[in-house]
């Protein structure tokens, strides 16, 4: 019994991500040790990888290729798995509004402030889910509210602008 791939080109497309994330990996990297006392000498250099804080050249080819592999491994694994009412399948209309989510966040933040934009970050991802009843969405973004400027402002001492940076005098102090 073997696979049965039920779409051809994410099949194709699958393995030619994952053959250039690899690339980009190996020609940042430098070929593997391994390879390289096989053959007699260093094929391919490679650039110092560094790390999240100092990033080396390889790094942003490093991470791009890993994720174009990934994504390669997730196109892949679509194609050769059938669709059926039994079999669970991927949704990305939650994943995308939570990323937009957390993108609206983090740009809202200074200008807005860590109010409206805990606000915007629950209404947009709520959005991603299967329904959406504003008095619940409501409620949660009062509860999330309370919670991050007593956890973060309050507690933690965090330099959060809580109020939007247009009003003078914040009545949450």
């Known amino acids: 019994m073997g696979i049965k791939i039920k779409s051809q080109q994410d099949w194709w497309a699958g393995l030619m991500f994952i053959g250039f994330g690899l690339f980009f990996i190996t020609f940042a990297l430098g070929t593997p040790e391994f390879i390289d006392r096989i053959v007699g000498t260093k094929l391919i250099a490679g650039y110092q ?5 100092r990033m080396g050249p390889a790094y942003f080819p490093v991470v791009l290729g890993g994720l174009l592999a990934f994504l390669g491994l997730l196109v892949l694994f679509d194609s050769i798995v059938e669709e059926g009412p ?51 969405v409501a409620i949660m973004s009062v509860v999330l509210v309370i919670f991050s400027v007593l956890v973060f402002v309050k507690a933690l001492a965090l330099p959060f602008p809580i109020c939007p940076g247009f009003i003078d005098n914040c009545p949450i102090r």
């Open 49 to 53: 990888m560094g790390s999240s804080v």
């Open 86 to 136: 039994d079999v669970a399948k991927f949704h990305f209309r939650p994943l995308l509004f939570v990323a937009v989510s957390s993108l609206a966040f983090a740009y809202l933040l200074k200008p807005l402030g860590l109010v409206l934009a805990s606000v915007a970050l629950v209404f947009i991802s709520a959005f991603g889910g299967h329904e959406f009843k504003l008095k619940e």
